[in-house]
């Protein structure tokens, strides 16, 4: 009601899809507030960056970056750095093996929950009906399982059943909300 939650999302290991994910960090100079805005509107259009940020100490910004290999990092790492090439002062990048996110717990006075991606395990093979349900779920995590086998036209229990999948193949990892 006071908009302290901005929208509800699934936590996913996109390792199990064969995606490796990079983080780059860049130090930056002379952005004027035009500048920047084009940056930020360059980089929140590619669909290979999954979280952008602006920081204080020794970076300005780091950048998650998802490609299934390096050639396809290269692509989106070499677009940034072509385009910004003047404003861009340093820059690091490196490949998270594995890695871990916690819940918000201490906003209920309960312990955080940890979430795992990376991973060297098995990669899955996910149907067009798991896309559709991945897609409806990260648009809203809250959304009731009757609404997606609606929109999908299946059974619940079918819904029920690949939901639950996902979560014991470790594709799902958690659920969480943007504050």
Do not use: M
């Not at 955080?112 to 409806?136: A, Q, V």
Request: net charge positive; proline share 1%.
């Amino acid at each position: 009601e006071n908009n302290t939650i901005e929208y509800f999302h699934i936590f996913t290991n996109t390792s199990k899809l064969g995606y490796s994910h990079y983080k780059v960090f860049l130090r930056t100079v002379n952005l004027n507030e035009t500048l920047e805005k084009e940056f930020v509107s360059f980089i929140n259009q590619n669909q290979n960056i999954i979280w952008f940020v602006s920081t204080r100490g020794n970076y300005d910004y780091i950048i998650s970056i998802l490609a299934k290999d390096t050639s396809e990092f290269n692509q989106v790492y070499n677009k940034i750095i072509e385009k910004f090439s003047e404003n861009i002062l340093q820059r690091k990048v490196c490949i998270v093996e594995k890695a871990k996110i916690y819940s918000r717990g201490y906003l209920l006075d309960k312990p955080s929950k940890e979430y795992k991606y990376g991973s060297n395990d098995e990669l899955l093979k996910l149907n067009k009906e798991d896309f559709k349900i991945l897609k409806l779920l990260s648009l809203n995590a809250r959304i009731p399982l009757i609404e997606i086998a609606k929109k999908l036209n299946v059974s619940s229990d079918k819904i029920i059943y690949r939901v639950k999948n996902l979560v014991k193949k470790g594709f799902i990892t958690g659920f969480g909300t943007k504050l």
